[in-house]
Structures are given as C-alpha cells and as structure tokens.
C-alpha cells in the first residue's frame, strides 16, 4: 500500500504535488480527494519525546481514525454530487438536442397567406365598428372578419399547442390565439415579449368565462415575423432588463423601455389628452396660440433658477416661463396662450420639480382679478370635462387614480393671511420650526399639508409682494399684498401660479430697482407701459403637476416622457 504524506507546515495543496515524504500535501481533505482510498496517510505529527526517529521533534503517524472518516465522509458527497451534475447536464443537454431538432424542424415549416381566404382588413387594435364583425358561439355558421393588425407582443401564454398573444399597438391591446401549424414555427416556438408582429385572421366573440380586450380575440391564420422584428430574449428579454424590483435609477435609465409598460403609456395618453383639451378649451375661448423663444435675455422667476448658456460669446438662459412674451402679444392679437416647455435650474430633488417642464400659460387683457381667477378655474374645469367626456381617456384616468371626481365650482379661495392664521391654528410650523407669520413663504411641505387637510382645490390669493415675482400688481386695497394667485390641489399643492401684472410705467420700474435688475434689457418688455397699457393678467400652469393631480402620481417625474431633474439629463 503505498504512502501518502501531509504536512501542514510545508505540505502544499496543488495538483503539481506529489504526496511523497519530499513533495507533501498540506491538508488531510485534499490529500484524500488527489489518491483516494489506496493508501495510507501519513500526518507529520509531534514526535513523543526520545523517538528515534524524529526529525525536528517530529514524526510521521498515520491520520487519526476520525479524521479520516470525515474526509471519507466529504469524499462521498463530493462524488454524489458530481454524479448528480453529470446527470443533470446530460439530461439538460439532450433537452436542448431535442429542442434544437424540434426547431430545426421548425425552421421547415413556412406560413402562407391563404388566397381562398377574404382579403383582410387592416384595423387597430381599439377599432370597433360594424366593419367588424365577431364569429358568435351560438352560432357555428357565423362568420367573422377576417381583419389584419400589427403591433407588439405585450404579453404570451403558452398552453399545450395554443399560443395566446396580448399584443398591443398603442391604440388599444387584443387577445390573438395561435394555433395548429402556426403556433410550432420557429418564430412561434421562440416568439419573445415586444416582438413586432403582423397577424391576419378571424375576429371572434370569447369563449363564455373567459376574458379578452373588447371581449373578443383574433384567430389567427396567417402571420408575418421578419428576423429583424424579432425582441431580444434570454438575460436581454426585457422582462429581465424591467422588473418589479428594478431600482428607480435604473427604470429612468431605461425609461424608453419603462414607457412600453401599461402605466407609463396611460400617463402620457392621458398628457396627450389634456395637452389637446388646453387647446381645445383656449380656442372655445377665442384665446389665441403663440410661440415665444426658449432662448432669451431676461429672467422672469428670480436669479436662482436660471440656466446660463453662451450664445454666440454673450450671456443668454433657457426660459423660465413665456409670460413676458406673452404680454407684448395682447395689443395685437388679443387674449394669448403658448404651452412651450420652462426650465428652471432647481437646485433641490422634490417630487414636484423638474428642470425642463410644460408649461401652459394664458395672458389675458382688460381683465380684473376676479375675471382671472374665474378663467383659471374656467380652464381647468372644462379641460376636466373634455377629456373625462372620452370614454377612453376617462377608462385610462379611472385606472390611474380609481379614486378621480371631477373638483366642485367655483374653488375655494383663500387669502394668503388667512392660510398663515389657518397653519397657525393647525399648529404647522415653518421650515425653521417656528408658527408661521405674515411674511414667511409657505414653505412645499407646509402647502401640502393645508392642501392634503383641506382636500380640495384652494385658490390661495393675495401674497406679500416681497415673496413674489417683481412683475406683479399690488391690492388696491392693500400694498403689502399683490393681485397674485396659486392653485393647490391635494396630494401635490401648487400646480397654477398667476397674478394680474404691474401696468404702470413707473411702478414696474420701480420693481426693477428694488429687484436690482437692468430695466434695460427689459426694453421691450417696458414698452408695453410707454405704448397702451392695460389691467391685464394670466397664469402658467405646470402640465406635468397637473397630471400629477389627474392621474394620481406620487411624482411629476412619471408624467414626463423623459424627465429632467438636478442629476439627469439622459436618456
Ligand atoms: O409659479 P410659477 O413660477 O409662475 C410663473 O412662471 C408665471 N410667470 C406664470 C405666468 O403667470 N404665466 O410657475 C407656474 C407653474 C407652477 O404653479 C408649477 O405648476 C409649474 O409652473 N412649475 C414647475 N413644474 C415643475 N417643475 C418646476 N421646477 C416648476 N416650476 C414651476
């Protein structure tokens, strides 16, 4: 029998070693695992004291008995395990022979479109009509159109030989069932979420219990899947990339798959919605749409949020809001309205703020405070109103915030003093942890809290000048105060800000000095006072809060379809 050495001072655990007395291994385990069961193991060991043969005060003993039978014990194990993986990957590898043949053989299999059959027609997925007609159950003989759609795959079901397909196209979701010949090709046997499909076939009433979009499903008898159309599958399937665990960082980083989801989609059909209603409820109004620059000159909504860029060696911003521009359109055009994006270089991560948002804004001319704040409600309410008076716009919100009723005329209104008295009485600090007092700006957190109390829309009027834009119209009755205006809705707080405007010459530049800002530069904005003025007023409304409202979303992020905010300028 031959003899394996350890030694755990000098042995070493390699396969290059030999397990002689010269070249030993260091670990009983290993040694056993090289040379199993052929051998005895010598352990060098403490020699007791006047053993001959010592060397170094140490002898080799053959290892312990229990030692051993542990090492025994591992080695089994090991073995077994092995045995099993062995098994598992011969059995896994003949699955993929098989499946591989099985879709060898499917590659065979070539579709074509039936010319026995009626010419399709082609629909989208939402479209009803009499032009489509369902085969009925209780009616064999019936017959069905025969109708041609293209979209993606929103979601697949395999069940026995019958593939079941949720595809969508953006317009609406329809139930396809696939089957016979067509559901084993090798575009059905691989078919992977999102892939791009063109199906022909048979539209029919769903089977009693079961349920489908629209209560009916296509059946297929013809479809198309060029190799290009064809979504990536394995780790790259994008149920892989989008999960229900991905971290939000990384949904944003992959918001242009995130939007193929259903409620992101929802959102900005929604936002789709609203923004045609704006228009629509404007135009009723005989209000007319202009286009004001983006890139300009002049600051209108303080110093602190401006983006600076260089324009041609001079100093220019992106704007933060057109209402200056919107002002030099009244004497010429009449009532106004744009909805361009504002940017706005917020230096905090709120879930109400963006760094580029949408921004409605109206500017309206002879007008009196009330008559402006009879027009924002005007405008939010009939918005409200068209877009809840479209079926599916209305199904879309009533899934987003199940919760939605359409807000009670004519809103709250509330002056500014009376909310500091009323965040007093409810005992909301300010942001230095102090009772709030004549003066202080209502801080997010505060607004929110009054708005969520209150639950329902408030007109809050009546600011300090101090805490306002420099361009805004003081109270008549009071000149601590301007003709200002913010409109709270629950769960986010302010998404209108408006005010009527200084109309007098003087007075605006007086604003300019107190605000230390260059009239000059404001030129054009001035004139208006030099050439006509007017009591005239309007309000900007951020789409995204809007539909943060509407739609029931924690945050604005999710109501634009690439969001930017402090940190994120991608994708
Ligand atoms: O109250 P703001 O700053 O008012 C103005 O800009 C006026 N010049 C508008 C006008 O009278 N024409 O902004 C108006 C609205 C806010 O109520 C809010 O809904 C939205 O614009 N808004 C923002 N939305 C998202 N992110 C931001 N950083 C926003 N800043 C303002």
Redesign the pocket.
């Known amino acids: 029998m031959a003899s394996i050495y350890i030694d755990e001072d000098v042995g070493k655990d390699e396969p290059g070693q030999l397990g002689s007395e010269t070249s030993p291994f260091k670990t009983l385990q290993f040694a056993y695992l090289q040379r199993p069961a052929e051998a005895q193991y010598l352990v060098r060991s403490p020699a007791a004291e006047g053993d001959a043969d010592a060397v170094d005060g140490k002898v080799w003993k053959p290892a312990a008995k229990s030692a051993l039978k542990k090492v025994v014990n591992y080695y089994e194990q090991q073995k077994k395990k092995a045995a099993r993986e062995q098994e598992l990957a011969a059995k896994r590898k003949q699955e993929e022979e098989e499946r591989n043949a099985i879709l060898l053989k499917a590659k065979e299999i070539v579709l074509e479109d039936d010319a026995s059959l009626p010419a399709p027609v082609k629909i989208k997925l939402d479209e009803v009509g009499d032009h489509i007609k369902l085969r009925t159950l209780d009616d064999p003989e019936s017959k069905g159109t025969r109708v041609r759609v293209v979209g993606r795959v929103h979601r697949e079901r395999k069940q026995k030989d019958v593939l079941f397909v949720t595809l969508r196209d953006g317009y609406g979701f329809m139930q396809v069932v696939i089957s016979g010949k067509l559901a084993k090709t090798y575009e059905a046997l691989t078919l992977t979420r999102e892939t791009s499909m063109e199906i022909y076939g048979e539209m029919r009433q769903v089977p009693a219990g079961a349920r489908a979009p629209l209560d009916r499903e296509l059946h297929a008898d013809f479809y198309k899947i060029p190799s290009y159309w064809r979504a990536a599958g394995g780790d790259e399937a994008i149920t892989n990339r989008v999960t229900a665990d991905t971290d939000r960082s990384t949904l944003l980083n992959l918001r242009h798959l995130t939007l193929r989801g259903e409620g992101a989609s929802s959102i900005m059909i929604v936002r789709d919605a609203v923004e045609g209603a704006f228009s629509q409820a404007f135009r009723e109004l005989r209000i007319r749409k202009v286009s004001p620059p983006a890139l300009v000159q002049t600051q209108?909504?303080g110093g602190a949020t401006l983006f600076k860029f260089d324009y041609y060696g001079a100093d220019a911003y992106l704007t933060?809001?057109s209402?200056l521009y919107?002002e030099t359109c009244l004497p010429s055009m009449g009532d106004v309205y744009c909805i361009e994006k504002?940017f706005?270089a917020?230096k905090s991560l709120t879930r109400?703020?963006?760094?580029e948002?949408t921004?409605v804004?109206a500017?309206l001319d002879f007008i009196t405070f009330d008559d402006l704040l009879a027009n924002i409600e005007h405008m939010m309410c009939r918005v409200l109103e068209i877009v809840m008076s479209d079926p599916v716009i209305a199904a879309h919100i009533k899934t987003l915030n199940p919760d939605f009723t359409l807000p009670q005329r004519p809103f709250m209104r509330m002056k500014y003093s009376d909310a500091i008295q009323w965040l007093i009485d409810h005992n909301i600090e300010n942001e230095e942890g102090q009772p709030h007092s004549f003066g202080d700006d209502i801080a997010e957190a505060a607004e929110r809290k009054m708005t969520d109390i209150i639950g329902k829309p408030i007109f809050l009027t009546h600011f300090p000048a101090h805490i306002k834009?420099f361009y805004m119209q003081r109270d008549p009755n009071d000149d601590r105060v301007t003709e200002s205006v913010?409109c709270l809705m629950p769960g986010v707080g302010?998404?209108?800000?408006?005010?009527m405007r200084l109309d007098d010459y003087d007075a605006l530049m007086a604003a300019f000095k107190r605000e230390a800002l260059d009239p000059s530069t404001y030129y054009w904005y001035t004139d208006q006072r030099k050439y006509g003025s007017s009591p005239h007023g309007?309000?900007?409304?951020?789409l995204?809060?809007f539909l943060a409202w509407l739609c029931n979303q924690h945050t604005?992020r999710d109501c634009c379809l690439y969001p930017r905010f402090m940190g994120r300028c991608a994708p």
């Open positions: 209108v909504e933060q809001s209402q919107l504002s706005r917020e109400r703020h963006l760094s948002f921004h804004e500017e834009a913010d302010e998404i209108v800000g408006g005010s309007g309000w900007g409304l951020g995204e809060r604005v």
